[in-house]
């Protein structure tokens, strides 16, 4: 019996508890795979392989669980990149299965439209002003099937609104629509996708506060559905904004998505500002929290920077400040949680490390250390180098 109730126990262990694996991006080349061993409340990590094939500057990885499939984007500033699919084996080892050719360029991607969503890819590219859509399965000698140029009226108020920057590729939750945060233009661009060709049809932009240069997006919906939210993090103002989303009629297949703007928000506490080289860069959303990374606001002390945290309302959706959090991280770029909601994963860029940061799911409160690596070396202060991303392999 004793040994019946001891299989029973280790059954009920959550993956945290028997160990899970994280696939981290360097600008260096290099992919890496880690294991995270331990429990929600201690751990250790260790790199256990490395590879290259995504180009010389891999700046965003996408990971999609039930095909455990990688993909990685090349951010190439010279000239042409590459988009590599990667199969994640058991050992979280990583084997190239795909690649193709891109523009160069590209800060993101995401897959789209097909039977099943994953049909085309597509990409931002933030100098060229550009999306760029192409066919799957990836191979090195297709050409792309769309290339959408952006151009703006006039510069916007910050220096680095000189052209449109499009910073992000993300698919709403229906597959019908595609977001693209444009920090250039102040703008959240819209798309209509038609999934059996690929092709994405504009509709009208929703228009963020001038100079706040949109980056990310995430949607939210309530428990009864009733309410549906995006939140956007602007790089240049430092904000967050809540959208209300609308959707077009069932029986309009030629209607827009449309969103508007309700609250923003700062990512500092009320009273406080971040300095001038803080820059915001990564939100997500887990339950009714928002989470939003500051790079180089130095809140905790020398190179520790902030994760700011908000509540969302459950049955509005707007957003309230809860408090900062320390990231254990200097640039924090990017972060993800893992499916129990009890860890976060956060990439450094300059220290170019991985934190791994206790949460608690019922107060949404990020909490103390756990375990840290360095991957890779350490990236020099507002440079392109150092960890590009981080994922759990989940």
């Not at 019996?1 to 694996?21: D, N």
Request: aromatic share 10%; glycine share 12%; with cysteine.
């Amino acid at each position: 019996m004793s040994r019946i109730l001891a299989l029973i126990g280790a059954a009920a262990l959550t993956p945290s508890a028997l160990g899970a694996t994280l696939i981290a991006s360097h600008f260096s080349g290099q992919i890496y795979t880690l294991q995270y061993t331990g429990t929600n409340s201690s751990g250790t990590l260790a790199i256990t392989s490395q590879t290259s094939g995504c180009g010389t500057t891999p700046g965003w990885i996408e990971y999609y669980g039930d095909t455990r499939q990688l993909y990685c984007f090349d951010e190439s500033w010279w000239g042409n990149g590459a988009i590599t699919e990667y199969a994640v084996g058991n050992d979280g080892r990583l084997s190239i299965t795909g690649q193709g050719r891109s523009r160069g360029n590209s800060v993101h991607g995401a897959l789209y439209g097909g039977s099943n969503g994953r049909g085309f890819v597509a990409t931002a590219e933030y100098s060229p002003s550009t999306i760029t859509t192409y066919r799957l399965p990836l191979n090195s000698g297709a050409a792309a099937l769309s290339q959408t140029r952006f151009t703006l009226p006039q510069r916007g108020p910050h220096p680095r609104q000189d052209a449109s920057h499009p910073h992000e590729i993300h698919v709403d939750p229906t597959g019908r629509f595609m977001l693209v945060p444009d920090l250039g233009a102040d703008l959240i661009r819209i798309f209509r996708i038609d999934a059996n060709t690929g092709a994405l049809y504009p509709c009208p932009e929703a228009r963020a506060d001038r100079g706040a240069g949109p980056r990310h997006v995430k949607f939210w919906k309530s428990a009864d559905g009733q309410k549906q939210k995006v939140y956007s993090v602007n790089e240049l103002a430092n904000t967050v904004s809540a959208w209300d989303v609308t959707y077009p009629s069932q029986w309009d297949a030629n209607g827009c998505l449309a969103l508007t703007r309700t609250q923003t928000l700062s990512t500092f506490a009320p009273g406080r500002s971040g300095g001038s080289m803080a820059k915001a860069a990564e939100l997500r959303v887990v339950d009714n929290f928002l989470y939003a990374t500051n790079r180089a606001d130095q809140a905790f002390g020398s190179q520790q920077d902030s994760i700011a945290t908000y509540t969302i309302d459950p049955t509005t959706g707007a957003i309230s400040w809860f408090e900062a959090a320390n990231s254990f991280s200097y640039y924090p770029r990017t972060f993800a949680f893992n499916k129990e909601g009890t860890l976060a994963a956060i990439g450094g860029q300059t220290s170019s490390n991985v934190a791994i940061v206790q949460r608690d799911p019922v107060t949404g409160r990020l909490g103390r250390l756990i375990a840290t690596i360095q991957v890779g070396a350490r990236g020099r202060p507002g440079e392109e180098d150092g960890l590009s991303a981080v994922v759990w392999a989940e």
